[in-house]
């Protein structure tokens, strides 16, 4: 940190009470938004916070003027958050921000406009990302993590305030958003459900009158719900809305809705391009789509074993361990073809034998009756049509349609 005088501290103190005072007089949301921003680590902020180090009397400068002291409950302890974050003092730094926070919630709730909109996404964001770095503090110090909880607390008293009728209410899918992201990181996404159902039934809200940034995300992490859920369909739904909506310059954005779209797609068996994995860096779905393409379950297992961690992280991993009956209806489907291109008469004839010898090239060693289970399975799953010939080993393929097309709508490259 650079020196500073206690005059130029003086003045950068004074002049950021003088820029607070006139974006609340003015109601000029975009200035008072800037100057919420506490980790954004912006130069003007982080040289008050320098300032704040050296003059320790800001209290007494907010109390003694008329026009700083009616907004002194949000002031004193945002000014002491600046302070504590430059200094390194995570805990603190969230401690007084939270305080702060409160004190705004309960001047936001007197403007009857919605003009503090965006100071007040700020706010939201800012709870999140400080509590989650105070509570890193906490466990490095051997300390309970707990202040992410209580930033989910408080976003849930934000969440009450917009959600009410009036021109607020377009708030409510961001601090919804922001709260998604707090369950998700805590791992109590069944907290979520509420927050859900206020938003999709409540008859005040409607959908496409919140921003595009917001109704991207919160379809983002409600189609990551129905993949945990394994409600395929209704995940495929929702994340196919939110890579349709999502600003296409923004890549990062786009490579993560797709590490989820993607095995949903699979699952419902569409397979995307190579180009799509290529273009997105999403190289970790190379060995499963091949796998899925050429009927090769050992591909696909290596595939899952050579990325488990990532795949267990992002929580994907169960839904692309049960695309092996895929992997199979693949295999039996070309040993189908090939069979068609010799005797197209007996083509639906499809011999265990031949099945466990294509399995046994693939250096997968199964048994005719292991076989047997696993394409009983296929049929009653729908995934082929047709019935076995028990005595000679054989599953007779439906004439008409032996592989049905499962439902879903492609990935576009």
């Known amino acids: 940190m650079a020196y500073v005088s206690m005059g130029e501290a003086h003045r950068r103190i004074t002049e950021y009470?003088?820029?607070?005072?006139?974006?609340?007089?003015?109601?000029?949301?975009?200035?008072l938004r800037q100057l919420l921003a506490v980790s954004f680590n912006s130069p003007a902020?982080?040289?008050?916070?320098?300032?704040?180090?050296?003059?320790?009397?800001?209290?007494?400068?907010?109390?003694?003027?008329?026009?700083?002291?009616?907004?002194s409950e949000i002031l004193v302890p945002l000014l002491r958050s600046f302070q504590s974050y430059r200094l390194g003092h995570?805990?603190?730094?969230?401690?007084?921000?939270?305080?702060?926070?409160?004190?705004?919630?309960q001047e936001f709730r007197n403007w009857e406009s919605a003009w503090a909109l965006e100071a007040l996404y700020v706010i939201a964001y800012e709870i999140r990302v400080l509590a989650e770095r105070a509570d890193r503090e906490l466990a490095s110090n051997g300390k309970t993590p707990e202040k992410l909880k209580g930033a989910?607390?408080?976003?849930?008293?934000?969440?009450?305030?917009?959600?009410?009728?009036?021109?607020?209410?377009?708030?409510?899918?961001?601090?919804?958003?922001?709260?998604?992201?707090?369950?998700?990181?805590?791992?109590?996404?069944?907290?979520?459900?509420?927050?859900?159902?206020s938003i999709e039934t409540a008859r005040i809200f409607d959908f496409e009158e919140f921003p595009a940034r917001d109704k991207v995300t919160y379809m983002y992490y409600t189609g990551r719900l129905e993949v945990l859920n394994e409600n395929f369909l209704a995940a495929d739904q929702k994340l196919s809305y939110a890579i349709t909506h999502c600003n296409p310059d923004h890549e990062a954005n786009t490579r993560m809705i797709l590490k989820y779209l993607i095995p949903v797609k699979l699952s419902i068996g569409i397979i995307p391009k190579d180009s799509l994995l290529e273009k997105y860096k999403l190289v970790e779905y190379r060995d499963i789509v091949q796998a899925l393409r050429?009927?090769?379950?050992?591909?696909?297992?290596?595939?899952?074993?050579?990325?488990?961690?990532?795949?267990?992280?992002?929580?994907?991993?169960l839904v692309l361990e049960k695309l092996e009956l895929q992997v199979y209806r693949r295999l039996i489907k070309k040993?189908?073809?090939?069979?068609?291109?010799?005797?197209?008469?007996?083509?639906?004839?499809?011999?265990?034998?031949?099945?466990v010898k294509a399995l046994k090239w693939l250096?997968?060693?199964?048994?005719?009756?292991?076989?047997e289970c696993i394409v009983a399975i296929l049929i009653y799953k729908n995934l082929i049509k047709g019935y076995f010939a028990h005595?000679?080993?054989?599953?007779?393929?439906?004439?008409?349609?032996?592989?049905?097309?499962?439902?879903?709508?492609?990935?576009?490259?």
Do not use: W
């Not at 995570?90 to 919630?105: G, H, M």
């Not at 607390?153 to 707090?182: D, E, H, N």
């Not at 199964?366 to 076989?371: A, N, P, R, Y």
């Not at 599953?395 to 097309?405: A, E, N, Y």
């Open 335 to 355: 040993i189908y073809i090939m069979q068609k291109q010799k005797d197209p008469n007996k083509a639906h004839q499809v011999k265990l034998e031949v099945i």
């Open 152 to 197: 989910g607390s408080f976003l849930m008293k934000v969440f009450g305030v917009l959600a009410g009728k009036g021109p607020k209410r377009v708030g409510a899918l961001y601090v919804t958003c922001q709260l998604f992201k707090i369950y998700f990181k805590l791992g109590t996404v069944h907290l979520c459900r509420s927050v859900i159902r």
């Open 90 to 105: 995570l805990v603190d730094a969230y401690t007084a921000f939270e305080k702060s926070a409160n004190a705004f919630i």
């Open 45 to 71: 902020l982080l040289s008050l916070a320098d300032g704040l180090n050296v003059f320790q009397d800001a209290n007494r400068l907010i109390k003694q003027s008329d026009k700083y002291v009616q907004h």
């Open 363 to 371: 250096e997968m060693d199964m048994d005719i009756d292991e076989v």
């Open 294 to 317: 050429q009927g090769d379950l050992r591909l696909l297992r290596c595939g899952l074993q050579d990325h488990e961690n990532r795949f267990l992280r992002s929580g994907v991993y």
């Open 17 to 31: 009470l003088e820029r607070f005072s006139d974006a609340v007089l003015s109601q000029d949301g975009a200035a």
């Open 391 to 413: 005595k000679s080993k054989v599953v007779v393929l439906s004439k008409q349609d032996p592989f049905p097309k499962l439902n879903g709508k492609p990935i576009n490259s």
